[in-house]
């Protein structure tokens, strides 16, 4: 099955915890500090997979973890890193923060490589903290948490030309005369389900490719017919071929047909009805209809759009029109790539930038975050240095001047993780 979106959870390693370790020899009474630092989380990465054409994978696995950096130990030996994981996506994956809906990256470039999720750093070791008045450090840092969020994956194929048109009308019997897809034809409406791609050979290095998509059709911009759910894959498109039948076999008129496939596309996106067109009517080799035929080359004349008649069912007109598309390209600037609309690490700093919050709850006050957490879980009150540093922490971050301010009282609780303490000034 076709699958072109998907929405999945990443999360990148947390840091290793710094270690408390003492040095100790044979014959050295007092050893200074040892504690190594923790490792870095890992990250977690994307890469494109050229061959892969749909998002299905992602339908069946929908988180994804990296790993976490290990703990520091003694000897100031660093904790390992954790290993990053690396996810594989088809070329022209669009990946959106599933929050705010903005693009955080677009996955066209083989060559490049994104970071979606930052590992948290490890933590210190009591290494770090020895000073000359404070020689036995009892407290180390926790690694802080990885990036986490949720994304969308959407993929928007790379082509230079697209195919458009009602069911039918023969843009899977162009795509088939003019490259090496073998995509299915059949005389009926919506034989095509899923978007194919070829790539159309002129000689003389002169190629673009070519995306043929299912048909649409009046509403489908409202979900009737397959929707127009395809259309994405055309939207990198650098011109589109408007494929009409001006047989008059289905009874329909082709002037109708244009102007209701250029409605559906205006209603999908501005941008794909401004997109340049080159109008191909197809199927002139069994005109049903003398008079609509006409009337629709009269219709076009009129409008200045110049029609290539063809029959590509028989090849006839199917080389011009290449020619000519081929020509229009070498005018026009390249495959769409699609802007980032946020940079995740200023975004997670501006997420974190406090790195705390405090809640009421009864008469307790409760505070979390990433910071204060990383903090809180590193103290060890049975060390007074560590208080010490901890108590700093405390006020020089604010967090004090943001608990009196809250109305707190001498003796009341203060919650952090785990870790519950009287209030004193
Ligand atoms: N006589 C004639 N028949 C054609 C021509 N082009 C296509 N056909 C026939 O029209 C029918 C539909 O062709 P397709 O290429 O499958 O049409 P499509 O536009 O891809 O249709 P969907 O995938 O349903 O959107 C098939 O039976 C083709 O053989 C043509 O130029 N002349
Ligand atoms: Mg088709």
């Given at each position: 099955m076709?699958t072109d979106?998907?929405?999945?959870?990443?999360?990148?390693?947390?840091?290793g915890?710094?270690?408390?370790?003492?040095?100790?020899?044979?014959?050295v009474?007092?050893?200074g500090?040892?504690?190594?630092?923790?490792?870095?989380?890992?990250?977690?990465?994307?890469k494109v997979?050229?061959?892969m054409?749909?998002?299905?994978?992602?339908?069946?696995?929908?988180?994804?973890?990296?790993?976490?950096?290990?703990?520091?130990?003694?000897?100031r030996?660093?904790?390992?890193?954790?290993?990053?994981?690396?996810?594989k996506?088809?070329?022209?994956?669009?990946?959106?923060?599933?929050?705010s809906n903005?693009?955080?990256?677009?996955?066209?470039?083989?060559?490049?490589?994104?970071?979606?999720?930052?590992?948290g750093?490890?933590?210190?070791?009591?290494?770090?903290?020895?000073t000359?008045v404070?020689?036995?450090?009892n407290?180390?840092?926790?690694?802080?948490?990885?990036?986490e969020?949720?994304i969308?994956l959407?993929?928007?194929?790379?082509?230079d030309v697209?195919?458009?048109?009602?069911?039918?009308?023969g843009?899977?019997?162009?795509l088939?005369?003019?490259?090496?897809?073998?995509?299915?034809?059949?005389?009926?409406?919506?034989?095509?389900?899923?978007p194919?791609l070829?790539?159309?050979?002129?000689?003389d290095s002169?190629?673009?490719v070519?995306?043929?998509?299912?048909?649409?059709?009046?509403?489908?911009?409202e979900?009737v017919?397959?929707g127009?759910?395809?259309?994405?894959?055309?939207?990198?498109?650098?011109?589109?071929?408007?494929?009409?039948?001006?047989?008059?076999?289905e009874?329909?008129?082709?002037?109708?047909?244009?102007?209701?496939?250029?409605?559906?596309?205006?209603?999908?996106?501005m941008?794909?009805e401004?997109?340049?067109?080159?109008?191909?009517?197809?199927?002139?080799?069994?005109?049903?209809?003398?008079e609509?035929?006409?009337?629709?080359?009269?219709?076009?004349?009129?409008?200045?759009?110049?029609v290539?008649e063809?029959s590509?069912?028989?090849?006839?007109?199917?080389n011009?029109?290449?020619?000519?598309?081929?020509?229009?390209?070498?005018?026009?600037?390249?495959i769409?790539?699609?802007e980032?609309?946020?940079?995740?690490?200023e975004?997670?700093?501006?997420?974190?930038?406090?790195?705390?919050?405090i809640?009421?709850?009864?008469?307790a006050f409760?505070?979390?975050?990433?910071?204060?957490?990383a903090?809180?879980?590193s103290v060890n009150?049975a060390?007074?240095?560590?208080?010490?540093?901890?108590?700093?922490?405390?006020l020089?971050?604010g967090?004090?001047?943001?608990?009196?301010?809250?109305?707190?009282?001498?003796?009341?609780?203060?919650?952090?993780?785990d870790?519950?303490?009287?209030f004193?000034?």
């Amino acid at each position: 099955m076709f699958t072109d979106k998907a929405k999945i959870f990443i999360k990148a390693g947390k840091g290793g915890n710094g270690a408390i370790s003492f040095h100790r020899e044979k014959y050295v009474a007092a050893g200074g500090p040892d504690g190594g630092d923790g490792g870095k989380g890992g990250n977690v990465i994307f890469k494109v997979e050229l061959g892969m054409t749909t998002l299905m994978d992602f339908r069946y696995k929908r988180k994804y973890v990296a790993e976490n950096g290990a703990d520091g130990s003694g000897k100031r030996q660093k904790g390992k890193k954790g290993a990053d994981i690396i996810i594989k996506v088809p070329q022209g994956t669009v990946i959106r923060d599933a929050e705010s809906n903005r693009i955080i990256a677009d996955l066209s470039n083989p060559e490049k490589e994104f970071v979606l999720a930052r590992g948290g750093n490890g933590g210190w070791g009591n290494a770090h903290f020895a000073t000359a008045v404070r020689q036995t450090p009892n407290f180390a840092k926790n690694g802080q948490a990885g990036d986490e969020r949720e994304i969308f994956l959407e993929l928007k194929l790379l082509a230079d030309v697209g195919l458009v048109g009602f069911p039918n009308v023969g843009k899977s019997t162009l795509l088939s005369m003019t490259t090496k897809a073998d995509p299915k034809i059949a005389n009926y409406h919506f034989t095509t389900l899923e978007p194919n791609l070829g790539v159309v050979d002129l000689g003389d290095s002169r190629s673009f490719v070519l995306a043929d998509i299912p048909g649409i059709i009046e509403g489908a911009s409202e979900g009737v017919g397959l929707g127009h759910e395809f259309l994405r894959h055309i939207e990198r498109t650098r011109i589109l071929i408007h494929v009409v039948d001006v047989s008059g076999i289905e009874g329909r008129n082709p002037i109708e047909d244009f102007d209701i496939i250029n409605a559906e596309l205006a209603n999908y996106d501005m941008a794909l009805e401004e997109r340049p067109q080159i109008v191909a009517a197809n199927k002139i080799d069994i005109i049903q209809d003398n008079e609509a035929y006409e009337s629709f080359l009269a219709e076009m004349k009129k409008r200045g759009i110049e029609v290539f008649e063809l029959s590509a069912a028989t090849n006839k007109g199917v080389n011009e029109l290449m020619n000519r598309t081929y020509e229009e390209l070498t005018k026009l600037p390249p495959i769409i790539e699609f802007e980032p609309e946020m940079d995740i690490d200023e975004e997670y700093e501006i997420k974190d930038e406090k790195g705390y919050e405090i809640k009421r709850e009864n008469e307790a006050f409760v505070i979390t975050g990433s910071w204060i957490e990383a903090v809180g879980g590193s103290v060890n009150f049975a060390d007074n240095e560590s208080l010490q540093y901890f108590q700093r922490a405390l006020l020089n971050r604010g967090v004090i001047e943001d608990l009196i301010n809250m109305g707190i009282k001498e003796g009341q609780t203060v919650r952090i993780g785990d870790l519950e303490f009287d209030f004193v000034f």
